[in-house]
């Protein structure tokens, strides 16, 4: 048999022993180490079997397999030692059989050969090769060439202590500015509180202490046992993931892909139950990639001391007997006040907020924190002495600033139980990029920022509001609150409107003001749904959420908690689009409350109202009044209610001048609220929605809305606002011709059938979303408002479009929102007789859209 096959063989076979022993639960450590010394043993049989000790050479193990830690499909990284700059023909001959023959068997090897001189220029040049280089471990060959490289890099001008400190904390910066530690397909390797984190935390270890592990580091009194052992608890439930990962993916993959997150946590032995398997895996990664930020910023920061001590000493500034301003940094003058004082794990951060000079907790007060965190026998909030400086956080300016340093450091949820419950918590989804608790801090920061003097042209609205508000602190507690109650199952919004209400008792806070957030953590998604999921056009739809807010007071607060939800859930869901609508219903809203209901909205007088300025424009246009009047004569007063006097000028003129039978097509060159506004006139033709959606969909283009009405002679008047995949306008003038262009020629087919649609991205294939069609109490009389949840799959409008002309329905309007890879869209129908739909026309409209769709995903 080949010895490569056979060796290939083996190796397949330790690999399934491996797999073994880790679903027998077998320590990880154990593991890792098991593979590291078969492939030592493999390698210097090798070495032997093609007759290369008797060559001045050395075999030595660098990076991670240096560390002796492989998983099932690390790279094999090697170092060749050479005596001479110059091999021999044999020898080059022997290393390239040694080198295909370990390729040959299932190995992924990097290699270099080098001499001893040659390999500590290089190092001394890159820093990823000189940490390579202090990792190193002798395999085979010729001892004395090891041991003269080892003395070498042990050197004090190899890489001097604080300059490798320097450069390993520039490289994790670095690598930290790529990722989040919260993403959702997070690379377990090199996220921030990754195992690149742990590393860098023994290297600079191992070059400044000359330690050979990270157990050395409490020998030389720099590491506490407690501290080690939750650094190797942490280290090992990564590479009990980073194992699973391998396995599955049956490649070296290091990234949390969708698509196999659920295979990962079977794997682990998670099953799903009140929370999904994978949810739960994913709660305790976030966890423990916190944990181990936590740690290595601590210990980073206790090594600068260490490594650059010579360097000038950080100004000392008093706060008060207790607390000192040190650099940046605050820190504690007594080592036994937070436990001896509990209420002073918070007047630190009160204090840190009232110095803006203050930045971040000094690494020793930091390990005070940590350990009285671990002591605390109950949360901090049942301490009256602690809720009263809660409170002086809460109503400070700056309070955000220390809840989001609490956040970091574990204080939050130190004083507040169901915090605690939140932390790590994630949302098997597209649509939440962030934990319930990741995403709560953002949203904070949101509301933040709207104070900020640069953040008013993103959120004008915001700006002015954030501002008014009576009292900033009680928005806060809403925002804490909002998603306070997700995963407990029930509804998150009347679960965390309890708690809230339960919370202000205990504070002391008075009902009004209880109230109040309480209702803001019940309704907080109450504005969102209403902007994007409803016709904001329609009064009757304002009116019915100006009921609901009772007051411009629960508005503002309302319309800061929802902007700032809405930007803190992902980074992509915010656009000028969103902004345009909830500004529209605020001041939609404002003008109820300010009016009453008792003065309903005259229609007639509104539908004036709008040819009057519309009329305005199109004479300063050369449009004559009479061409106007006898275009408008054939439009219904809808047309005028939904549309804004300069949309109305900008149809008008197009249709009067366009004298030709063939389709309109307009794409504005000017914003539509944040989007672009696509209108098409043509006599109406079945299908029309359905292609032009086609059309859309195959040019990569979002519909946001979309109004589908006809005038009294049968001629189409359909608006539609499209967006790029990235939320922003289409501007570019070759995009909308070609747009255009297409649209055009889609609508002179006669009866087109669908074409094939692209295929389903990859990232959504782990999803499953259930096909529901609901309908709801339809507010304008003659219509029907159904509700449609499905996969976002390629062509979905084109083939809801589609069933909608197979089921004799009428579009009227459209509202289209994407969450994730959910499609939750809303839509407005009637009977071609102009009728509402009945019991049995819903019921054969439900049963074909879940046909169609079902099939279609």
């Known amino acids: 048999m080949n010895t490569a096959l056979a060796a290939k063989t083996t190796l397949l076979e330790l690999n399934q022993r491996l797999v073994e022993q880790y679903e027998a639960k077998h320590p990880i450590a154990d593991i890792v180490k098991q593979r590291s010394a078969f492939i030592d043993d493999l390698l210097q049989q090798a070495w032997k079997r093609f007759q290369l000790c008797e060559h001045p050479m050395a075999l030595v193990a660098v990076g991670g397999y240096g560390r002796g830690e492989l998983l099932p499909f690390s790279d094999i990284d090697l170092l060749i030692l050479t005596q001479q700059n110059e091999v021999c023909d044999t020898t080059k001959a022997r290393l390239s059989d040694l080198i295909t023959y370990l390729w040959d068997s299932g190995l992924e090897i990097g290699h270099s050969v080098r001499t001893v001189s040659e390999t500590l220029i290089q190092g001394q040049a890159d820093i990823t090769i000189a940490t390579n280089l202090i990792e190193a471990r002798f395999l085979c060959g010729q001892n004395a060439l090891f041991d003269d490289l080892y003395q070498q890099i042990r050197q004090e001008d190899f890489w001097p202590s604080a300059e490798f400190y320097n450069a390993k904390k520039d490289e994790q910066t670095q690598r930290h500015s790529k990722a989040s530690a919260f993403d959702l397909e997070p690379n377990i390797k090199t996220c921030p509180g990754g195992l690149r984190d742990i590393q860098t935390i023994a290297w600079v270890a191992m070059r400044h202490f000359n330690a050979a592990n990270l157990t050395e580091l409490v020998e030389h009194e720099f590491l506490e046992p407690s501290e080690l052992e939750e650094l190797i608890e942490c280290q090992n439930y990564l590479w009990e993931i980073r194992f699973a990962l391998h396995t599955i993916a049956n490649r070296n993959e290091n990234r949390l892909l969708f698509d196999l997150q659920r295979q990962v946590a079977s794997l682990l032995g998670y099953e799903d139950a009140t929370q999904l398997a994978v949810e739960q895996m994913m709660k305790r990664y976030y966890r423990t ?302 003008r109820v409350l300010a009016r009453g209901k008792e003065k309903p909205v005259d229609e007639q007088a509104r539908v004036e109202e709008i040819q009057a300025k519309a009329q305005k424009e199109l004479i300063r246009r050369g449009i004559k009044p009479k061409d106007m009047q006898a275009l408008w004569a054939r439009f219904k007063p809808e047309y005028f209610l939904r549309h804004q006097p300069n949309q109305v000028a900008w149809h008008s003129e197009a249709i009067i001048k366009h004298n030709s039978n063939e389709p309109l097509v307009l794409i504005s060159k000017h914003t539509t609220r944040g989007g672009t506004e696509l209108f098409i006139y043509s006599q109406d033709r079945p299908k029309l929605f359905a292609t032009v959606m086609t059309v859309l969909d195959n040019k990569n283009i979002n519909v946001h809305d979309a109004n589908i009405m006809t005038s009294i002679d049968n001629y189409a008047l359909d608006t539609f606002v499209i967006l790029e995949q990235d939320g922003e306008p289409i501007v570019q003038l070759s995009r909308i011709q070609s747009v255009r262009k297409a ?92 009728l509402a739909l009945n019991e049995a026309q819903k019921q054969h409209l439900a049963n074909a859209l879940n046909i169609a769709l079902t099939q279609s995903s």
């Not at 005070?368 to 965190?373: G, M, N, Q």
């Not at 009389?781 to 996969?791: D, R």
């Not at 409008?797 to 004799?808: M, Q």
């Open 289 to 590: 990639v916190r944990r181990v930020m936590e740690l290595n910023q601590m210990l980073l920061q206790l090594f600068k001391r260490a490594t650059l001590g010579h360097i000038k000493a950080l100004a000392i500034q008093p706060i008060n007997e207790h607390y000192q301003r040190r650099g940046h940094y605050i820190e504690v003058l007594d080592d036994n006040l937070f436990s001896s004082q509990p209420e002073e794990i918070l007047r630190l951060f009160l204090h840190a907020i009232k110095n803006s000079n203050i930045q971040n907790i000094y690494a020793p007060t930091l390990r005070l924190l940590r350990k009285a965190r671990r002591s605390l026998k109950g949360p901090l909030q049942d301490n009256p002495a602690c809720r009263k400086v809660f409170l002086e956080i809460l109503k400070h300016p700056r309070g955000i600033v220390a809840f989001s340093m609490m956040h970091k450091h574990g204080i939050l949820s130190s004083y507040l139980p169901a915090w605690r419950k939140i932390e790590g918590q994630m949302q098997f989804d597209l649509f939440h990029a962030y934990t319930v608790d990741e995403h709560t801090h953002r949203l904070l920061l949101n509301i933040e920022r709207f104070s900020q003097a640069e953040q008013k042209d993103e959120f004008p609205l915001g700006a002015v509001l954030i501002n008014q508000l009576p009292k900033k602190g009680l928005l806060v507690l809403g925002a804490i609150f909002h998603d306070i109650a997700k995963g407990r199952g029930g509804d998150h919004s009347k679960l965390g409107a309890t708690d809230a209400i339960e919370f202000c008792k205990l504070h002391g806070l008075n009902d009004h003001d209880g109230r109040l957030v309480a209702w803001l953590v019940e309704n907080h998604l109450v504005m969102s749904v209403t902007a994007q999921r409803r016709d904001i056009s329609d009064p009757e739809v304002v009116a019915t959420f100006a009921d609901k807010v009772h007051d411009t007071v629960h508005l503002s607060y309302l319309y800061c908690l929802t902007v700032a939800d809405i930007c803190a859930t992902n980074e992509k869901t915010w656009n000028n689009w969103k902004g345009s609508l909830l500004r529209d219903l605020y001041f939609s809203t404002q």
């Open 743 to 834: 649209i055009e020629k889609a609508l002179a087919t006669e009866n087109p059938k669908l074409p094939k649609f692209r295929k389903l991205a990859r990232i959504m294939k782990p999803f499953n979303v259930p096909t529901q069609v609901s309908f709801l109490p339809s507010i304008r009389q003659g219509t029907s408002m159904m509700e449609l949840i499905a996969l976002d799959t390629p062509g979905l409008l084109a083939k809801v479009g589609d069933i909608f002309y197979r089921c004799e329905i009428t579009l009227l309007a459209a509202k289209i929102t994407t969450i994730g890879e959910r499609a939750e869209d809303f839509f407005i129908l009637q009977t071609h007789d102009g």
